[in-house]
């Protein structure tokens, strides 16, 4: 952790801070600094007062998931350090955070549900990150910057710029793998499904912007769930949110065997009488190499590196290219129209591409400038769907009927582009595994009962059970693509089309259009169709491919 002018620095004295930012909240209701967020919002904001909106499970959400939409300042410090215990009973420090709050993480002590101490205090506003100042993100006011020795003041809200990158980061992930597939298993045709899922997930983003500018609190997905249907709205949505993000973490294990035992496919490893072969060994140090990053107490360092990921997916697609036309491999199938067979499976491969709604809410609420949202999305949807469309043709074009479940394992072993790929799809989950599954680790460390939450030997145990658990599913599943389009039908399916059109009829009852509630329930209905018909495929082919 930093040393101690460091840590003395992190300490700002919590009471001017919160009698100033009250300050500025009044201010900014009285000079109408929320000017550039749409009227709608501004409505509903003078009609609703701030409230209590939740001191339940989970409150960590919002550090967590903060990661995918900021890049705070590194600092490497594991778990149950001196440092950690004599400052607070937390697991992660401060730098989760957005705005870079002192080091206390009063979540793991609380109990799950509010305390009546809590709700006697009705002055402070709490929500899912409850450490939090009760300033209200989407003001147009700044805060003066906390700043540590050896770091230069860094700012609380994300440019347009920044807010792209990041979108771009969630959205464009190990999806892209996956695409020429996704058209090997639907045809030509079931590129439309590409197109129409980018252009309902943009819709529904939008959605999920108007539940969070209905009324003050509201700052995460959970939020949105609660204000939608209470605390079991708000328990059903975390859950399916963090069995995403597990799911996530499973794909990431296939992902690093699959890719690594393609390049080293005689390896394996014989103890006694009982022999690993490459998949099962890859899969294994894979493990092992990722499970210190979840024990890691500061994942700033690899939020860092993580952003690099939109990086290493335009070269993974670069390299794709440059195989099919530099290194002339060539296009050599015109494909099939339409395989309605297995057309559910390519459903599922289509919709996981769009998975970046847990997310979006973050990145909303750091936006300097809110009004720029809708052009953030669009730029988003945009550009990663050219992306997706542009590999899976080109994809599909070049290896045809013989198309693996990831295109860099079709990729010729010999070229040079081939290796560069590879390389970078191996190492790039070593950087997003621990940020993946950190969510889910702090949201189950919460529920440590208070009177043995400062034994830290628990946060790392239950992030171990998590790492060795992946690696035990990964390996019973071995099936990149089916696994990803189980998750893309039923997990993708609920986040990004279901639930922000159901959270977004019931939060704004009255208020809407007949135009907007006829399309939210025909989106609600494509979903629960798509989740249906793909999951069932999904799960037959699992069950197909386990029993053979």
Same mark, same amino acid.
């Given at each position: 952790?930093?040393?101690?002018?460091?840590?003395?620095?992190?300490?700002?004295?919590?009471?001017?801070?919160?009698?100033?930012?009250?300050?500025?909240?009044?201010?900014?209701?009285?000079?109408?600094?929320?000017?550039?967020?749409?009227?709608?919002?501004?409505?509903?904001?003078?009609?609703?007062?701030?409230?209590?909106?939740?001191?339940?499970?989970?409150?960590?959400?919002?550090?967590?998931?903060?990661?995918?939409?900021?890049?705070?300042?590194?600092?490497?410090?594991?778990?149950?350090?001196?440092?950690?215990?004599?400052?607070?009973?937390?697991?992660?420090?401060?730098?989760?955070?957005?705005?870079?709050?002192?080091?206390?993480?009063?979540?793991?002590?609380?109990?799950?549900?509010?305390?009546?101490?809590?709700?006697?205090?009705?002055?402070?506003?709490?929500?899912?990150?409850?450490?939090?100042?009760?300033?209200?993100?989407?003001?147009?006011?700044?805060?003066?910057?906390?700043?540590?020795?050896?770091?230069?003041?860094?700012?609380?809200?994300?440019?347009?710029?920044?807010?792209?990158?990041?979108?771009?980061?969630?959205?464009?992930?190990?999806?892209?793998?996956?695409?020429?597939?996704?058209?090997?298993?639907?045809?030509?045709?079931? @590129? +439309?499904? &590409?197109?129409?899922?980018?252009? *309902? #997930?943009?819709?529904?983003?939008? /959605?999920?912007? =108007?539940? %969070?500018?209905?009324?003050?609190?509201?700052?995460?997905?959970?939020?949105?769930?609660?204000?939608?249907?209470?605390?079991?709205?708000?328990?059903?949505?975390?859950?399916?949110?963090?069995?995403?993000?597990?799911?996530?973490?499973?794909?990431?294990?296939?992902?690093?065997?699959?890719? @690594? +035992?393609? &390049?080293?496919?005689?390896?394996? *490893? #014989?103890?006694?009488?009982?022999? /690993?072969?490459? =998949?099962? %060994?890859?899969?294994?140090?894979?493990?092992?190499?990722?499970?210190?990053?979840?024990?890691?107490?500061?994942?700033?360092?690899?939020?860092?590196?993580?952003?690099?990921?939109?990086?290493?997916?335009?070269?993974?697609?670069?390299?794709?290219?440059?195989?099919?036309?530099?290194?002339?491999?060539?296009?050599?199938?015109?494909?099939?129209? *339409?395989?309605?067979?297995?057309?559910?499976?390519?459903?599922?491969?289509?919709?996981?591409?769009?998975?970046?709604?847990?997310?979006?809410?973050?990145?909303?609420?750091?936006?300097?400038?809110?009004?720029?949202?809708?052009?953030?999305?669009?730029?988003?949807?945009?550009?990663?769907?050219?992306?997706?469309?542009?590999?899976?043709?080109?994809?599909?074009?070049?290896?045809?009927?013989?198309?693996?479940?990831?295109?860099?394992?079709?990729?010729?072993?010999?070229?040079?582009?081939?290796?560069?790929?590879?390389?970078?799809?191996?190492?790039?989950?070593?950087?997003?595994?621990?940020?993946?599954?950190?969510?889910?680790?702090?949201?189950?460390?919460?529920?440590?009962?208070?009177?043995?939450?400062?034994?830290?030997?628990?946060?790392?145990?239950?992030?171990?059970?998590?790492?060795?658990?992946?690696?035990?599913?990964?390996?019973?599943?071995?099936?990149?693509?089916?696994?990803?389009?189980?998750?893309?039908?039923?997990?993708?399916?609920?986040?990004?089309?279901?639930?922000?059109?159901?959270?977004?009829?019931?939060?704004?009852?009255?208020?809407?259009?007949?135009?907007?509630?006829?399309?939210?329930?025909?989106?609600?209905?494509?979903?629960?169709?798509?989740?249906?018909?793909?999951?069932?495929?999904?799960?037959?082919?699992?069950?197909?491919?386990?029993?053979?």
């Amino acid at each position: 952790m930093h040393n101690s002018v460091s840590e003395q620095s992190f300490y700002i004295d919590e009471s001017e801070e919160e009698d100033d930012e009250e300050k500025q909240f009044d201010k900014g209701e009285d000079d109408g600094n929320d000017s550039d967020t749409s009227n709608y919002s501004n409505d509903n904001r003078q009609q609703s007062k701030p409230n209590s909106l939740n001191t339940t499970w989970p409150q960590s959400y919002r550090q967590s998931i903060d990661l995918y939409s900021s890049v705070p300042s590194p600092s490497i410090t594991f778990l149950g350090t001196p440092t950690l215990s004599r400052l607070s009973s937390s697991f992660l420090s401060s730098s989760l955070t957005r705005r870079h709050t002192p080091e206390i993480f009063p979540s793991v002590s609380k109990p799950l549900l509010p305390t009546l101490e809590d709700e006697q205090k009705p002055h402070q506003r709490r929500s899912s990150h409850s450490l939090l100042p009760p300033l209200p993100s989407r003001r147009g006011s700044v805060r003066k910057p906390s700043k540590v020795s050896h770091e230069l003041p860094i700012s609380r809200q994300s440019s347009f710029g920044q807010a792209v990158v990041n979108g771009i980061n969630v959205l464009c992930g190990v999806g892209i793998l996956s695409t020429p597939y996704a058209v090997k298993e639907g045809g030509w045709a079931g @590129l +439309s499904i &590409l197109v129409v899922f980018a252009v *309902l #997930s943009f819709y529904t983003g939008l /959605l999920l912007r =108007h539940c %969070l500018d209905s009324q003050p609190g509201l700052e995460t997905y959970p939020d949105i769930g609660q204000a939608a249907f209470g605390t079991v709205g708000r328990f059903a949505i975390s859950i399916i949110l963090y069995v995403e993000l597990y799911a996530c973490c499973v794909e990431y294990i296939i992902l690093e065997s699959d890719n @690594l +035992s393609a &390049l080293f496919p005689n390896l394996h *490893l #014989s103890l006694g009488g009982f022999v /690993l072969n490459s =998949h099962h %060994l890859f899969a294994l140090l894979a493990t092992i190499a990722v499970l210190p990053t979840v024990w890691l107490r500061d994942l700033t360092v690899l939020s860092y590196i993580s952003v690099g990921g939109v990086i290493a997916s335009i070269l993974v697609v670069l390299c794709l290219f440059w195989v099919g036309l530099v290194d002339k491999v060539g296009f050599h199938t015109k494909g099939t129209t *339409l395989n309605l067979t297995t057309l559910p499976v390519a459903i599922g491969l289509y919709g996981y591409c769009y998975s970046g709604h847990a997310v979006f809410p973050n990145i909303y609420t750091s936006m300097e400038k809110p009004s720029q949202f809708p052009a953030v999305l669009l730029t988003c949807f945009g550009i990663c769907t050219l992306m997706y469309a542009g590999v899976a043709v080109m994809g599909y074009l070049m290896f045809g009927e013989s198309t693996l479940s990831q295109f860099t394992l079709n990729l010729p072993e010999d070229l040079v582009a081939t290796k560069i790929a590879v390389w970078t799809t191996v190492v790039n989950p070593f950087t997003k595994y621990a940020l993946t599954m950190t969510p889910v680790a702090l949201s189950l460390e919460e529920l440590i009962p208070s009177n043995i939450g400062k034994s830290h030997i628990y946060a790392i145990l239950i992030r171990t059970a998590l790492v060795i658990s992946t690696l035990v599913v990964g390996l019973s599943i071995p099936f990149f693509g089916l696994v990803m389009a189980l998750i893309g039908s039923l997990l993708t399916m609920l986040v990004t089309l279901i639930l922000p059109c159901a959270c977004y009829l019931s939060i704004l009852r009255g208020k809407t259009t007949r135009f907007q509630v006829s399309l939210c329930i025909l989106i609600i209905a494509v979903g629960v169709v798509c989740a249906v018909v793909g999951s069932y495929s999904a799960l037959y082919k699992i069950v197909e491919s386990l029993s053979s």
